[in-house]
C-alpha cells in the first residue's frame, strides 16, 4: 500500500477515487513515564516515554487507516494528515486520515 502526503504522485494516476479513510488510537500515560519526565523536566532533553508514547499510538492509527483502505480495493492512501487532541488528563488521541485510491498500475 503507498502512503503519501501529496495529493497526486507524479507520474501516477488516480483511476478511482474511493473516499475517505481513517485510523485513530488514544492512549494515556503511565505513573513510570511520568517520573522519568518529571526529571527530565528538571535536567532538560528528549522526554522519550513520551516519544514512544505517541510514535507507538501514530502507527497504530496509520495501521487501522491502512486496514480500512485496503478493505475498500485500495491500493495507495494520498493526501495523508495526522493530527493530536488532547481527550483528557493525560490521554491524547491521534488521528490519521486521507484519501484512499485505486492508481492505475503500470
Do not use: C, W
Request: glycine share 10%; no cysteine; net charge negative.
Amino acid at each position: 500500500m503507498l502512503v503519501s502526503n501529496l495529493e497526486f504522485l507524479p507520474g501516477r494516476t488516480v483511476e478511482r477515487h474511493l473516499g475517505l479513510v481513517q485510523g485513530s488510537s488514544v492512549r494515556s500515560k503511565h505513573v513510570g513515564r511520568d517520573i522519568a519526565a518529571s526529571l527530565k523536566n528538571f535536567f532538560g532533553g528528549e522526554l522519550r516515554g513520551y516519544t514512544e508514547l505517541l510514535s507507538d499510538s501514530r502507527e497504530e492509527a496509520t495501521e487501522r487507516m491502512l486496514k480500512q483502505a485496503e478493505s475498500m480495493g485500495a491500493n495507495a492512501v494520498l493526501n495523508v494528515r495526522y493530527s493530536t487532541s488532547s481527550i483528557a488528563a493525560g490521554a491524547a488521541e491521534i488521528f490519521v486520515y486521507g484519501t484512499a485510491v485505486e492508481l492505475q498500475v503500470e
